[in-house]
Structure formats: C-alpha cells, structure tokens
C-alpha cells in the first residue's frame, strides 16, 4: 500500500506508532492521530532533546516519557519520546 500517512487505515489501532525522522512531533500527532487506539502511543526518535517540541504539543497530548539513547558509534544527541493521548 503506498498513501499518505494522513489516509491510511488504522484497523485495528495501532499499539503503538514510531517515527523517525519524520517530522515536528506537533505535525506527527496531527498526522496520524488516528493511528494509535485508546492506550496507544506514540514513540519518536529524535536528535537533540527536544523540549520545545514538547512544549507546543496539541491540546489532549502529553509527552509520558524522554529517554537519552546511546547509539554506539554514533556521535550527537539521540533521544526517544513517548507520547500519548490524555
């Protein structure tokens, strides 16, 4: 299946969405909202820690978790946040 993220069908709902690379967290929960179910949530992978992004998330969203990464080999900042739907 090849369709935009904002198309595609969520049936079931997801346990949980990851995103890489993708885009602000604001426009990745605008996007696939419909994605995650009830408890879903919403893991992305970021570089820089991302507080900001956090910051201007959209009514209903919290962010559950920031977790620092250690990539070996792999010098920078790398970070996973879990967000779900309040």
């Not at 820690?49 to 010098?75: F, H, M, T």
Request: one cysteine or more.
């Amino acid at each position: 299946m090849q369709s935009r993220v904002e198309a595609f069908p969520a049936e079931p709902p997801f346990d949980g969405v990851i995103s890489r690379a993708f885009a602000s967290l604001t426009d990745m929960v605008n996007w696939c909202h419909h994605l995650p179910g009830r408890e879903g949530r919403f893991f992305a992978l970021k570089g820089v820690r991302p507080d900001d992004e956090i910051a201007e998330l959209p009514a209903g969203y919290v962010s559950d978790a920031v977790i620092k990464l250690q990539v070996p080999q792999l010098e920078g900042d790398r970070h996973l946040v879990i967000l779900r739907h309040q």
